[in-house]
């Protein structure tokens, strides 16, 4: 399986994104799948997961801001950010909770900035 982070961009503070996360491949096997990013000069960090059956959890950096969503039949994961702040910029990879190493992406940058 092959994951593809898209949706990054330029964003003012206070804006949204909404990224997406395509698989090569089925995904309905792995249980639990998640949204990861890694500012300049930081480690990786894990920003919210969603199981097989829809249950979330985010980071507490991102509750009440950030919503995580899969649809199985897309073999795809979204990530809808809003209130963005400039703390939030970042490239943001999707993968598997806890994450597989064959696959990491390219991930897609988001910078929050005026």
């Known amino acids: 399986v092959q994951l593809q982070a898209s949706g990054g961009g330029l964003v003012l503070p206070g804006g949204s994104l909404r990224l997406s996360c395509a698989a090569s491949g089925s995904i309905f096997s792995i249980n639990a799948m998640g949204w990861y990013r890694q500012a300049p000069g930081k480690q990786r960090e894990l920003v919210a997961t969603i199981t097989r059956g829809g249950t979330t959890n985010y980071a507490d950096s991102a509750k009440g801001r950030f919503t995580i969503s899969r649809d199985n039949a897309k073999n795809t994961v979204y990530l809808q950010m809003n209130s963005l702040k400039p703390q939030d910029t970042a490239v943001y990879y999707c993968?598997?909770?806890?994450?597989?190493?064959?696959?990491w992406g390219q991930g897609t940058q988001v910078t929050v900035s005026s």
């Open positions: 993968n598997a909770v806890p994450p597989i190493a064959q696959y």
